[in-house]
């Protein structure tokens, strides 16, 4: 009986979850589920296929690039590519560029475009929505349509070859990011804004402290398309930016070919420099992409 006692209970193994039992018994489903993973792995192969040939031409000299056949692996490396792009062709100071730049576009967005959505969102006057529209309808207007009209402006006020063409703009919002912060700022509740003012909050207080507070999640969204955005934009940059101080990355990047020649095992190391800070913020950022999309969807 002592033995009894002093013996250790025997531990019952845990039954197999229901999924697991079904997938056993059913060998369709393991196959569904093998041939689906199988797929999925070669559409990600395809999908990272360009990013290894980029990566791959920009490790090569002149004569591997273009040798016949095609070698995946170059002999030798040539990492002297990056050091020289980022030296010899003083990289860095386009990267700057487009940093400042990226990040005065999410800062100033995030706070005009949010106070814009704000109007919309908690002020009833009339013509609201139909103006409403009218921003919307901005969106599917191309910048092209406007450029000869503006570079005319600039051109009449001196901002031609500096950067305020590209700044002054952004204070006043962006139409897609008044669309995202209208549409989050419609799901918090009114009760919110009446708690505030009874404690003595004017319309600035409320959104500044009540309202972007609550915000994070399309405060990220906005943050990442816009710092996305400003740092591929080519367009604006290559109108209104003449000099070479003034050159942003994608202009950076147009240095490297030209009617005379060209140096693409240099162009690949470049573009794959520029591609590093995009890669990143998207993988910090990426389920919050996703949320944006959710944002939309809203009301």
């Not at 000869?148 to 051109?155: A, D, P, Q």
Request: aromatic share 16%.
């Amino acid at each position: 009986m002592q033995d009894v006692l002093e013996r250790p209970a025997a531990t019952t193994p845990a039954p197999p979850a229901r999924s697991t039992l079904k997938r056993r018994r059913n060998p369709r489903a393991r196959w569904e589920l093998t041939a689906r993973i199988a797929a999925l792995s070669l559409f990600c192969l395809l999908l990272l296929f360009p990013f290894v040939w980029l990566v791959s031409q920009s490790l090569k000299d002149t004569n591997q690039y273009f040798a016949v056949p095609f070698e995946w692996i170059p002999s030798p490396f040539r990492w002297e590519n990056f050091t020289d792009v980022i030296f010899k062709y003083e990289f860095l100071h386009y990267i700057g560029n487009s940093l400042w730049l990226a990040v005065y576009a999410v800062v100033v967005n995030i706070l005009s475009s949010s106070f814009v959505a704000y109007g919309f969102s908690r002020f009833r006057f009339p013509g609201r929505n139909a103006l409403f529209m009218v921003v919307l309808a901005t969106m599917m207007l191309p910048g092209q349509v406007m450029t000869i009209s503006l570079y005319r402006f600039y051109r009449e006020i001196g901002w031609i070859d500096t950067f305020y063409p590209l700044l002054i703009p952004k204070l006043f919002g962006a139409a897609f990011e008044i669309f995202l912060f209208r549409q989050f700022f419609l799901s918090l509740p009114r009760e919110v804004d009446e708690a505030a003012r009874i404690d003595g909050c004017g319309t600035l207080r409320t959104w500044w402290h009540i309202i972007l507070p609550q915000s994070k999640p399309v405060i990220i969204v906005v943050a990442v398309f816009t710092f996305l955005g400003s740092w591929r934009e080519l367009f604006g940059p290559l109108i209104y930016l003449t000099g070479e101080e003034n050159r942003t990355l994608p202009l950076g990047l147009l240095y490297f070919t030209s009617p005379f020649g060209s140096s693409l095992p240099m162009l690949m190391a470049a573009i794959v420099i520029s591609l590093i800070p995009p890669v990143v913020l998207y993988a910090l950022g990426q389920k919050y992409i996703d949320k944006g999309v959710a944002i939309a969807e809203i009301k």
